[in-house]
């Protein structure tokens, strides 16, 4: 099926004639009619009732006709958008839960008052399911925790983070992971990046992990270690927007686990208008960012 049989299809509907269909496409009528054939043989169903002098929709014809002239649109607009060069059309975003609640409220406003015409619809997982989807092509663009080292992808630093050890109030003070040792360890997915950050940071010590319980939220989490359950890593960012916040014990990570970013991440052969407008509206809203760290598509 592709879109010029889908155009000779709603053309035969609307003018109810094969003959009047081909003149108004500059074809042939036998050619209409061997791709229509085609069409209703791959979808394993007739789209038409075929008399002796007229040509009509059969009931899946109505049904399809519905369906043909939503693609037809969306082609249109997706080509309307192409060659323009602005943003418009839909524009599926990925990101990491902590920067869906923190970073992206005000971010998303002001994009959808600057395009209005972009239809933005935000999809969250962890890291490495969100970068997965835009290597496969199913995201356009994510927001993940990085760098990100994936030959067909470009990225750019879009938000600095601060991660956070948390513990409940009556735990010791924890200076180094072996400290840590045997705790449960709560945090998200395998793919989730932060959980790695953490393990890592036991195994870099030469200490081993502790169990690791899956949440499915930050509330969640919190509410697990202030209970005494366990530790978790979270970026501070989230951490200050919990309710709860007060009721746990922070303790200090060196630099190089404290200290995080969360990258714009695309396709390199796929920096379409939407992606570039939410580049550059990052770009505006951060006050300044050590040079080096844009990666110009």
Not at 34 to 63: C, V, W, Y
Not at 64 to 69: D, M, S
Not at 263 to 283: M, Q
Request: net charge negative; proline share 5%.
């Amino acid at each position: 099926m592709d879109l010029t049989q889908l155009k000779m299809f709603c053309s035969v509907a609307d003018s109810g004639s094969l003959a009047r269909a081909a003149e108004l496409m500059h074809r042939v009528p036998s050619n209409l009619t061997t791709r229509l054939r085609q069409l209703e043989q791959e979808l394993g169903a007739d789209l038409f009732i075929r008399e002796k002098q007229r040509i009509r929709l059969s009931p899946m014809g109505h049904n399809f006709l519905g369906y043909a002239q939503r693609i037809l649109a969306l082609s249109e607009e997706a080509m309307s958008m192409a060659h323009s060069g602005e943003p418009g059309g839909n524009f599926a975003l990925g990101s990491m839960e902590s920067t869906a609640a923190t970073r992206l409220p005000s971010l998303l406003a002001a994009y959808h008052q600057r395009f209005p015409a972009v239809a933005l619809s935000l999809i969250t997982g962890t890291s490495g399911e969100i970068i997965e989807r835009v290597r496969e092509g199913t995201l356009a663009a994510a927001l993940a925790d990085g760098p990100i080292r994936v030959d067909e992808l470009n990225s750019c630093i879009a938000f600095h983070e601060q991660m956070v050890l948390i513990s409940s109030l009556e735990h010791p003070p924890i200076v180094d992971p072996a400290d840590a040792a045997g705790n449960t360890l709560f945090a998200f997915r395998p793919s989730c990046s932060y959980r790695l950050r953490f393990e890592n940071w036991f195994r870099s010590a030469g200490v081993q992990p502790g169990t690791f319980m899956e949440i499915q939220s930050y509330h969640a989490m919190l509410a697990c270690v202030a209970s005494g359950a366990g530790l978790a890593l979270l970026p501070e960012s989230v951490l200050e927007q919990l309710p709860a916040k007060g009721r746990i014990r922070r303790h200090a990570l060196s630099d190089e686990v404290r200290n995080a970013a969360t990258w714009l991440v695309w396709r390199r052969d796929a920096f379409t208008p939407n992606v570039e407008a939410l580049k550059y509206l990052i770009i505006e809203q951060i006050d300044e960012a050590p040079a080096g760290d844009e990666i110009r598509p």
